[in-house]
């Protein structure tokens, strides 16, 4: 086990190290952040003496060079918009972030559990048609064109929900609407299709001829051998949602880190546009981990 987490470390280091570079010069490419962040008719002296302070008077080898040596000692720079450590910037937006894709992944996991394997159970009745018909226009819905709609429709013509904002639960609701469908309708899909293979199997057969109910049948029986290809399929759209909250949380005006990223390319903040896709990436990697722990956990045939 110890061996596996240390491979997939050094491979998921590996790529980090690769998109802190790729991300470090095409960040440099969109411009001097001395056009953003001082006046128009700032004298040519501010402007020099606020490049020189940033260090983008040097080479960008010579920038790269420091921000490696910064890295190294788990340094991730100043933001150019707030004038704090990057760190705890990107930080406070990975909080709110982290707390919509937790909330938005219980909800999906829970009715797309439920909802697919009842539909498992009576396949082609009237119930399955309606889940599987939803779950398909779910499942190839954008979230933008979702995010449109759900404004259109929610917010601007019946006046029922707020836009942005996160004072109050109804601002949650929109945002959790938007990125639930989606992940809902292809986690309910491989639900059903999972069980239908568990529920057919001889084991479960042989528990319906000893009088098993159906609820112990389903969600004791079923369940747990029928879950393996589902946890694959969580992990996935758990990542999905992380990268997907960029649209939605900016569409919303979500404080999180997916519109921390835009609105910091926007105002080349380059510290915070790092800072933030370290951090994303750390989580994603740490998910995956926990998706495989899962899977020797479910199945103990499975041995890293």
């Not at 707030?82 to 909330?103: K, M």
């Not at 969580?234 to 921390?260: C, H, R, S, Y």
């Amino acid at each position: 086990m110890k061996k596996f987490i240390g491979q997939r470390a050094v491979a998921s280091a590996i790529s980090l190290v690769g998109l802190v570079i790729m991300v470090f010069f095409l960040s440099r490419l969109t411009g001097d952040p001395t056009d953003l962040y001082l006046p128009v008719d700032a004298s040519l002296q501010a402007r020099e003496q606020f490049r020189e302070l940033n260090g983008l008077n040097d080479p960008m080898m010579v920038q790269f060079g420091r921000y490696v040596a910064d890295l190294a000692v788990l340094d991730l720079g100043m933001s150019l918009r707030q004038a704090r450590p990057a760190i705890d910037v990107v930080l406070e937006g990975f909080a709110w972030t982290l707390r919509l894709a937790c909330v938005t992944m219980l909800l999906v996991t829970f009715f797309a559990i439920v909802i697919g394997s009842l539909a498992a159970f009576r396949v082609g009745g009237i119930f399955d048609r309606i889940a599987t018909f939803f779950s398909l226009i779910g499942a190839s819905a954008p979230d933008f064109w979702l995010a449109i709609v759900a404004i259109v429709v929610f917010a601007v013509n019946l006046r029922w929900l707020p836009t942005s904002g996160t004072g109050t639960i109804w601002h949650w609701v929109l945002p959790v609407s938007v990125l639930f469908i989606r992940p809902f309708g292809l986690i309910l899909q491989v639900v059903r299709g999972s069980m239908i293979g568990v529920l057919s199997s001889a084991y479960v057969k042989t528990a319906r001829a000893k009088g098993v109910r159906n609820r112990p049948i389903i969600f004791v029986h079923g369940l747990r051998n029928g879950m393996l290809p589902v946890i694959t399929v969580l992990g996935d759209q758990a990542a999905g949602i992380l990268n997907g909250a960029v649209i939605v949380e900016t569409i919303f005006g979500f404080p999180g880190i997916g519109k921390l990223m835009i609105d910091s390319i926007l105002q080349r903040d380059f510290n915070v546009v790092l800072a933030a896709i370290m951090v994303s990436a750390l989580a994603i990697f740490l998910m995956n981990l926990l998706i495989d722990l899962a899977y020797a956990l479910l199945d103990p045939r499975i041995r890293y």
